[in-house]
């Protein structure tokens, strides 16, 4: 069955109807008959499936050559009227890439001269040529017209306006003739039509107006507002003008470029970011073992529940959000206890996996099961980059990300806060591990900088520093070593690179408040299967975590099946760190 909160009537409804209304109608309709109105118009949305057999057949008249020996197949993707090209390892960053190199094939074809701009956005590219070339472009684009399904859309500032159309019809030509800005590109999707990636990662074409002898941008963009005509062009690779670029872990294209565009500008990060993440498999037996061998496994029910270790496969998708949305991250660290999961490509040359007696030096901590006592040694991976992300398995990227998302070019490092809190009262046996912790880093803080905590920070992925890791070891000393050594979770404990870190940062000037695209999701919930719906239909959160703290045992294979089916809609490509099927290792 569908997603039914996937239906365009239903993403009209969360456009056209404001939220608050929203949610008093959903007050009054029961979640039951909300349900069945929305599989109702999923329903009805699949009776076009006429017209877009229909479409096909035009489809495969108009470009037969998209459709011999299966080397490229269209797919009619289920926006609009648009058709996208199907592609096994379809992602944002090669769209991008693939449409820059069309655009500007049919710029140099047509004899027309051109510069790339930093727009924006670094998702897309942007082109800029001289008014007077208007034409020639419109050329250019009526003869890619033949070689497959390439839209163009109008827009007006960095927002695309109007209908988008086919080059080389009626309406393209005629957006062609009076756009200032016109964005141009192919549509893409993966092969079971789940991830349809679309404009938002197109090449956009801007037409310079000549001004007093200079040429002058039709909009404003992050380097200069007019250039002189005759202004030298020099070539870059393309990683110089987007952060979304692969900058440490493969070359990218050169592009045709101008001076002012080719210096390095304040806010890029330029230096390397690496992930690290921890990682266990609760149901492997010799882990079972080695656990049940110290105890019952806590001091409260929520630490000691079995929840924390199930293993969903939540990592292999995880690896796939990096890969679709973080392509620039150089190298990725997974940390676990002499276990490694059987689909991991464990020999890809960016990938490594960290056993615990690599980064604990007192083996008398070990083994351990206390995920505080883990992440207060992350900082003695061998080899990691000063600047690193740090996932649970649990957290995924759910659309394309820079650097700057994490990290301000400076160095300093970029905190989440959440809106929930740290309690007020003093620490008691009875608190929740996160609380003790919680409370036990405002002791710390306050005692060293008179300022007490209140807010937690989001469990979306840590932006940290090597260095203010070590600091932090030494700074808090007595504190340090007991939580690496406490086996299980303890009510001593403190919580470093998801709290501590990032209020110690903050004080001594490494940190700065910010904010993301976030959800937070828990599979106990009743509402989970309704979110998970609408998280794959929007695509709109840069970050979400999928926790499940206190799973009723009688729901984990429910749970799991419906987490499975999500994650594989939305992350349908599988990453160059996974083996391939049938792959022994």
């Not at 209304?21 to 599989?39: C, G, S």
């Not at 037969?64 to 096994?88: C, M």
């Not at 692969?246 to 592009?255: E, I, K, N």
């Amino acid at each position: 069955m569908g997603n039914p909160e996937a239906s365009a009537a239903v993403g009209a409804y969360r456009v056209l109807v404001p939220a608050g209304l929203r949610r008093r109608i959903a007050r009054r309709v029961p979640a039951r008959l909300r349900t069945v109105l929305k599989q109702l118009l999923r329903h009805l949305h699949t009776l076009t499936l006429g017209t877009r057999l229909f479409r096909g057949v035009r489809a495969r008249r108009r470009w037969p050559h998209l459709f011999r020996e299966g080397e490229r197949l269209a797919t009619l993707a289920g926006h609009g009227k648009r058709i996208a090209l199907v592609r096994p390892t379809v992602s944002p960053l090669g769209l991008r890439e693939a449409n820059l190199e069309l655009v500007a094939a049919l710029l140099e074809e047509e004899g027309v001269d051109y510069f790339a701009i930093r727009g924006d956005s670094d998702f897309r590219s942007c082109l800029a040529v001289a008014e007077a070339d208007r034409e020639r472009v419109g050329r250019a684009l009526d003869r890619c017209a033949d070689t497959g399904p390439v839209y163009v859309t109008a827009c007006r500032g960095d927002t695309a306006v109007g209908k988008t159309a086919l080059c080389g019809s009626r309406r393209g030509r005629r957006l062609a003739r009076e756009s200032a800005v016109l964005r141009i590109g192919m549509l893409w999707s993966d092969p079971a039509g789940s991830l349809f990636l679309g404009l938002e990662h197109g090449c956009d074409i801007e037409f310079w107006r000549p001004e007093e002898g200079r040429l002058v941008a039709p909009r404003p963009n992050r380097v200069t507002e007019d250039v002189a005509c005759d202004e030298p062009r020099v070539t870059v690779p393309v990683s110089r003008l987007t952060g979304f670029a692969a900058l440490h872990t493969r070359r990218t294209r050169s592009v045709r470029t101008i001076l002012p565009c080719a210096d390095a500008l304040p806010e890029d990060v330029r230096f390397p970011v690496d992930v690290v993440y921890t990682w266990v498999d609760g149901n492997d037996p010799a882990w079972q073992r080695r656990r049940s061998a110290y105890g019952h496994g806590g001091y409260h029910t929520e630490s000691a529940n079995a929840a924390r270790y199930i293993s969903r496969d939540e990592l292999r998708y995880s690896l796939r959000a990096l890969e679709q949305n973080a392509p620039w991250v150089r190298h990725v660290y997974v940390v676990t206890d002499r276990q490694r999961p059987a689909w991991l490509n464990d020999s890809h040359p960016r990938i490594t996996v960290v056993d615990h007696s690599e980064i604990f030096d007192d083996p008398s901590a070990l083994p351990t099961f206390n995920s505080h006592a883990i992440e207060s040694r992350l900082h003695h991976i061998k080899g990691l980059a000063e600047h690193f992300l740090y996932f649970n398995d649990d957290m995924f990227l759910g659309c394309p990300v820079t650097p700057q998302t994490f990290f301000l070019s400076n160095g300093m490092t970029r905190t989440f806060l959440s809106p929930s809190q740290v309690p007020r009262w003093d620490l008691t046996l009875g608190d929740r591990p996160v609380d003790a912790a919680g409370k036990n880093n405002r002791k710390l803080l306050l005692e060293n900088f008179g300022s007490a905590i209140v807010q937690k920070i989001r469990h979306a992925p840590y932006a940290l520093r090597r260095s203010v890791l070590q600091e932090i070891e030494h700074e808090f000393a007595d504190a340090h070593r007991q939580t690496s050594h406490s086996r299980f979770r303890s009510p001593t404990d403190i919580s470093i690179p998801s709290s501590l870190y990032h209020y110690y940062a903050y004080f001594t000037g490494r940190a700065v408040p910010s904010d993301i695209s976030f959800a937070y999701l828990d599979l106990a919930k009743p509402e989970i299967q309704r979110r998970l719906g609408i998280l794959l239909a929007k695509r709109d959160r840069q970050a979400f975590c999928i926790n499940d703290t206190l799973s009723d045992g009688q729901d984990v294979e429910r749970q799991t099946a419906m987490l499975s089916r999500f994650l594989r809609a939305y992350y349908p490509v599988p990453s160059p760190f996974e083996r391939k099927e049938g792959e022994v290792r």
